[in-house]
């Protein structure tokens, strides 16, 4: 929308507008959670500074967008829990709703957060009597909604002839490819022609984390849940 400047430099524009905000609900969701301004401001902190973060905030690519998400998820997830009565628990299930569907257009990995986060709200649903069908199926079309960026794929293959980067979406077939990601390989978090286990992708996983945010990241984690057992204990 800015008048000024060019795509590329307007892409990695919003992808640093994007790493800040993350950072700043990073902030919000940890302070709430935990009721530490400290706890905020170290997670905050410890994530917008190591070097993959940085490095993905600063330039147009998807990471900075799904981190956004990511932390956006958590902050509805608060709000939901937080939500008086059944009129506010249905509200910010229907935001949450659009949030998630939404998340799920930019990359498929934030089913790692929408999948157990649904079961949850779903429960609780069910226990404030919000389970039948004229409550969830305001829900579940919020969700639908928050896909609709998606039409943009056949729109833009039918009016700008836009087949050249995104494929031919006007086909079925070659919209299913892309929905479904199957490029990359349909929900993996790696790619390539090996075929990798758990234990081997965990483990690399294990050793980018030490190498990007250090073996106090480990000790932190461990400090951390040490607290909330004597806190449990109390």
């Known amino acids: 929308l800015l008048p000024f400047?060019?795509?590329?430099?307007?892409?990695?524009?919003?992808?640093c507008l994007l790493g800040g905000l993350t950072n700043?609900?990073?902030?919000?969701?940890?302070?709430?959670?935990?009721?530490?301004?400290?706890?905020?401001l170290l997670t905050a902190g410890w994530c917008g500074f190591s070097r993959i973060f940085w490095m993905w905030s600063i330039q147009g690519e998807v990471f900075s967008f799904s981190n956004f998400f990511a932390a956006l998820i958590m902050y509805a997830a608060?709000?939901?829990?937080?939500?008086?009565?059944?009129?506010?628990?249905?509200?910010?299930?229907?935001?949450?709703?659009?949030?998630?569907g939404l998340a799920l257009t930019n990359q498929?990995?934030?089913?790692?957060?929408?999948?157990?986060?649904?079961?949850w709200v779903l429960f609780t649903l069910w226990r404030y009597e919000l389970s039948d069908m004229k409550?969830?199926?305001?829900v579940g079309l919020r969700g639908l909604l928050g896909l609709t960026p998606y039409l943009q794929l056949p729109i833009s293959s039918f009016?700008?002839?836009?087949?050249?980067?995104?494929?031919?979406?006007?086909?079925?077939?070659?919209?299913?490819?892309?929905?479904?990601?199957?490029?990359?390989g349909t929900?993996?978090?790696?790619?390539?022609?090996?075929?990798?286990?758990?234990?081997?992708?965990?483990?690399?996983?294990?050793?980018?984390?030490?190498k990007e945010l250090s073996i106090l990241m480990y000790v932190t984690l461990l400090l951390l849940l040490l607290f909330l057992l004597l806190s449990y204990d109390r």
Request: charged share 20%.
């Open 5 to 15: 400047g060019t795509a590329a430099w307007k892409t990695n524009l919003l992808a």
């Open 24 to 40: 700043v609900l990073l902030y919000i969701n940890v302070k709430r959670f935990s009721g530490s301004d400290a706890a905020g």
């Open 78 to 100: 608060w709000r939901f829990g937080n939500a008086e009565g059944r009129p506010g628990k249905f509200y910010e299930a229907k935001l949450g709703a659009l949030i998630c």
């Open 108 to 119: 498929h990995t934030s089913v790692l957060f929408i999948f157990p986060t649904s079961l």
């Open 135 to 138: 409550f969830l199926l305001p």
């Open 159 to 184: 009016f700008f002839n836009a087949r050249v980067t995104w494929g031919d979406h006007r086909l079925l077939s070659d919209f299913k490819k892309h929905l479904l990601r199957e490029d990359y």
């Open 187 to 210: 929900f993996q978090l790696m790619i390539g022609d090996k075929k990798s286990t758990f234990k081997e992708n965990f483990t690399i996983y294990l050793n980018d984390t030490t």
